[in-house]
Each structure stands twice: as structure tokens, then as C-alpha cells.
């Protein structure tokens, strides 16, 4: 199986809160997958307050999370690139984003070196954000944008010429990995289980929190045996991650019986395939096959 899967994501971090079981889950089956951070998470700040290298995250918060990406990776087994871009901060209200970041630089600067990534690596399916980038960070709504940009670009022959020969990605999948009808799962199969858990306090206001949000999921990947690696691995990022979180860790045993899988909306596809799904290369023969 020669399979191809490319994650693009706006900081370290996020590929392990967003989709972590779905690379364990395709490494496992022998897929590649290749996960893009677009900036370094210079501009982060450090969200566990027991964090042992606090005194580094003060010192050089940007080689941490380089240190802390790697251990991710380790956990997981996905390949990773850098596209090197600075991280624009997440501004108050009326605040300036800073100049020179990742947000504000030109979109045919920013693509040149994620679109040789694509033409080089030939996935046929890419992960990304949605156009309000998951949530409203600046650096998330540019990831989507990039990623759009980028997928087009790489498909034209006549646009980065330098880049190397085009590559046209077949599938585009957003990330629906947090949605009302996962927290719903839960927290009944809590309350069935343990009606006096404190937890379900925590997730109802979880389910509050999703419950304007539309279900968009058109795609369920079961990868409920990978939830320990994506755990891990998202621990891995001990700055930007409490290891007690109530909002990422929840018990796995949990989490496998109400709801096993990560989610995904299709947003662009060049195949047919049948909605909903259960694979992201669900209508796409392997590279080899595509080759010949």
C-alpha cells in the first residue's frame, strides 16, 4: 500500500489535539503520512503550570517546542516538515498582528515552499482547517487558506516551475474531530455508567459549548485503538498541554465504547465515493497504481 497522507497545521501542537489517532491509525496500515507545522509557536504561551522545563519555555519557547514536537512524532510515527513561518500570536481585540508573521505574509510566498512539499511527497489526500480555521486564530484561518492556495498551485504545471513536476491531490478533508454528537456519545455513556461521575459536569459543558456548532462530520475513521498514542503524544507537548486537562483527556475505555473514531468533513474530492465514509482514501487507488 502506497497511500499518502499530508496534514497541514498552523503550529506544533495541534497536529496531536487534531487527528493524532488517524496518523497512528494509517502508519499503522502502512500508509505515509507527513504532517506540515506552518509556524515554530514562537508566540505560545506556556498552558501547564507544572511544566518541569519552565525554565526553558522562558528562555527559548520555540526550541522547546521543537524538542516537544519530536517527542510527538516519536509517539506517533508520522514524517514532519517545518515551512518555517513565524507564528502571528493570537491578538486581543483591536491588537495589531505582529509584522512579518506567518498571517501576513503573501500567499504566493508562503505556498512556495509547502506546494514543493506536495509535489515531492504526492499525497493523494490533505488535511486542513475549515475557512474560520477550526476556531478564529490567525494562524489557522492562513493554514486553510495555504492549504487551499497551495493544492491548487501544486497541480499547475506553469506555477512554481521550480518546484518540481505538478501533483494534483484528489481528497480534501477539514477537521471535525470536535462536534456535538461525539460529546453527546460520551457523556450518556457516562451517565449510563457512573451517574455520579464528576466528570459529567465537565462534559456537559463540553456539549454546551458544541451545541450551536453544526455537525459537518461526513467522514468517521475508527481508530479507537490509537487513542493511548494520540494521548501520548499530545502530552508530549507539555507546554502547551496540562497532563490532568479535562478538556483533551478523557478515559479511553470511554471514548472506544461511545465514540471510536475521529471525524472529518470531505470538502473537495476528484473520485467518487459514498457518504458517509469510514476511510479518508476511500475511492483512490495507491500511487503505485496510479503510476502505472
Not at 528562555?59 to 510515527?77: Q, S
Not at 494534483?168 to 460529546?183: H, S
Amino acid at each position: 500500500m502506497s497511500h499518502r497522507l499530508l496534514a497541514v497545521h498552523a503550529h506544533p501542537d495541534d497536529e496531536s489535539s487534531k487527528g493524532a489517532a488517524t496518523y497512528a491509525h494509517y502508519v499503522h496500515e502502512g500508509a505515509q503520512v507527513l504532517v506540515v507545522s506552518c509556524t515554530g509557536g514562537e508566540r505560545g504561551d506556556v498552558q501547564n503550570p507544572h511544566l518541569a522545563e519552565l525554565a526553558m519555555a522562558e528562555r527559548d519557547i520555540a526550541g522547546l517546542r521543537r524538542r516537544e514536537m519530536a517527542n510527538a512524532r516519536a509517539v506517533v510515527g508520522f514524517d514532519h516538515a517545518w515551512l518555517g513561518f513565524e507564528d502571528s500570536g493570537l491578538p486581543e481585540e483591536g491588537e495589531a498582528i505582529p509584522p512579518q508573521c506567518f498571517a501576513l505574509t503573501p500567499l504566493e510566498i508562503s505556498a512556495a515552499p509547502l506546494v514543493k512539499i506536495i509535489r515531492e511527497f504526492r499525497p493523494q489526500v490533505m488535511l486542513t482547517y475549515d475557512e474560520a480555521g477550526g476556531y478564529p486564530h490567525p494562524d489557522h484561518v492562513r493554514t486553510h487558506e495555504l492549504s487551499m492556495y497551495a493544492m491548487e498551485a501544486a497541480a499547475d504545471p506553469t506555477r512554481y516551475p521550480e518546484a518540481g513536476p505538478a501533483w494534483q491531490i484528489q481528497k480534501v478533508y477539514y477537521d471535525r474531530i470536535f462536534n456535538g454528537p461525539r460529546a453527546n456519545a460520551m457523556y450518556d455513556a457516562l451517565q449510563a455508567k457512573d451517574p455520579e461521575s464528576p466528570l459529567l459536569e465537565q462534559l456537559d459543558g463540553m456539549r454546551a459549548w458544541m451545541r450551536d456548532r453544526p455537525d459537518l462530520a461526513t467522514t468517521h475513521v475508527e481508530v479507537g485503538a490509537f487513542f493511548n498514542q494520540r494521548d501520548d503524544a499530545l502530552r508530549a507537548h507539555a507546554s502547551q498541554v496540562s497532563p490532568d486537562s479535562s478538556f483533551f483527556f478523557w478515559p479511553n475505555d470511554l471514548q472506544r465504547e461511545a465514540w471510536p473514531w475521529e471525524d472529518y468533513q470531505l470538502a473537495h474530492s476528484l473520485v467518487e465515493t459514498d457518504l458517509p465514509e469510514t476511510d479518508l482514501f476511500a475511492g483512490i487507488a495507491s500511487n503505485e497504481e496510479n503510476d502505472k
